[in-house]
């Protein structure tokens, strides 16, 4: 069976993503199983997809399945099929995963969250290509490639006895490992311009207008938790909030749920009070030895006041200067004084 869903085109030219797109191609044509790790976010489906189309399988069918989605009795069924009233509620005969991927590959998401049991099978279909439906007597053949992945680091989990060591030894013939998007800082603008676009055609927008310097800059001083995905959903909130569509893109939104009506705990509804502020001469004889540094106590305070708004708003400095309620030139001021851009990229 011919699949013909385009896959989607994996974008970068740091080193690190080009050193991870040789080895793919390098790795694609080898009809061996895979494990691809890498944080939330990385492009993880996106790397398996493009192991299946670089490799002689292609015109075959690429299945997935997400390992966490479902309970360990049901993963069994899904992944080798089941017979006629093999367990209640099996009235029709269903098809694995397996089965559909003949020929083909599996990629099995979210993998560190199989049972023993389910590992124990999934060893057998990699060793000997060999598995039973739940519920059938007869022994299947399957020539199917297995790719998995995963966010957890498992040989870790293999010493805590939390993963088969045997299964990891039979999957780990190499692993990809996909660089998180905070070291892939040349990765970052040219993702975020492509995200835009994109999200322009769907805004019927004729052009994308760029982002500011500034916003640029926000872009690239965040630490990007979320990695690709986290960077797709803020230029696209951040572009289809902007009001004026026809200027540059200046405002980077992070936090969709930031406003000032979000819920609170009524425990958390008190009066805030600064917590380094001392304010009778016993309590400031107890924080400090006379004679104090006054220059470099007002600075490091002033240090701590930035990078606590900085922090506040994501990194984004416009927000931060609102938030210390100076103009964005004088916190860029503050910033090259105390030297905190480069710092902070590495917080
Ligand atoms: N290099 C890239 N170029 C273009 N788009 C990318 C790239 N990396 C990731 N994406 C996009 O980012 C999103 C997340 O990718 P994907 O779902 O593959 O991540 P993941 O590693 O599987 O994440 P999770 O662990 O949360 O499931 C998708 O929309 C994907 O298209
Ligand atoms: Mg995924």
């Not at 385009?6 to 993503?17: A, E, R, V």
């Not at 989605?69 to 093999?86: K, P, R, V």
């Not at 322009?200 to 500034?214: M, Q, R, S």
Request: some cysteine; overall charge negative.
């Amino acid at each position: 069976m011919a699949n013909l869903t385009k896959p989607t085109q994996l974008i970068g030219q740091s080193s690190y993503f080009a050193n991870m797109l040789e080895q793919i191609s390098l790795l694609a044509p080898l009809n061996k199983p895979v494990l691809v790790i890498g944080e939330r976010g990385t492009g993880k489906e996106l790397v398996a997809e493009r192991l299946h189309y670089l490799s002689s399988r292609w015109h075959a069918p690429l299945i997935k399945l997400n390992c966490a989605a479902i309970n360990d009795n049901l993963l069994e069924s899904e992944l080798f099929g089941h017979e006629i009233g093999s367990f209640s509620g099996a009235s029709k005969k269903h098809i694995g995963r397996f089965a559909r991927a003949e020929n083909g590959s599996l990629f099995l998401d979210e993998l560190a969250n199989t049972s023993n049991l389910v590992q124990e099978k999934l060893l057998r279909v990699v060793e000997y290509g060999e598995y039973e439906t739940v519920g059938g007597q007869k022994t299947l053949n399957s020539d199917v490639r297995l790719i998995a992945a995963t966010n957890e680091d498992l040989p870790q989990l293999v010493e805590q006895k939390r993963f088969r060591a045997d299964l990891l030894d039979r999957l780990a013939f190499d692993v990809v490992t996909i660089p998180p998007l905070r070291y892939r800082q040349e990765d970052i603008l040219l993702l975020a311009e492509h995200f835009a676009i994109r999200m322009a055609t769907e805004l019927n927008l004729e052009y994308f207008a760029g982002f500011t310097d500034e916003a640029k800059e926000t872009l690239l001083s965040y630490q990007w938790p979320g990695n690709v995905r986290e960077l797709k959903n803020v230029i696209e909130r951040s572009l289809y909030r902007q009001t004026d569509l026809a200027e540059a893109l200046d405002n980077v939104i992070f936090d969709p749920f930031d406003s000032p009506f979000r819920p609170v705990k009524p425990s958390q509804i008190t009066e805030k009070s600064t917590p380094t502020q001392i304010n009778d001469l016993n309590s400031f004889n107890q924080a400090y030895n006379w004679p104090i540094d006054f220059a470099q106590l007002s600075a490091k305070h002033e240090i701590d006041m930035i990078k606590a708004a900085l922090k506040q708003s994501k990194f984004n400095q416009k927000q931060a200067a609102q938030l210390l309620n100076v103009s964005y030139h004088q916190l860029r001021g503050y910033l090259k004084k105390y030297k905190l851009l480069d710092s902070l990229k590495h917080d």
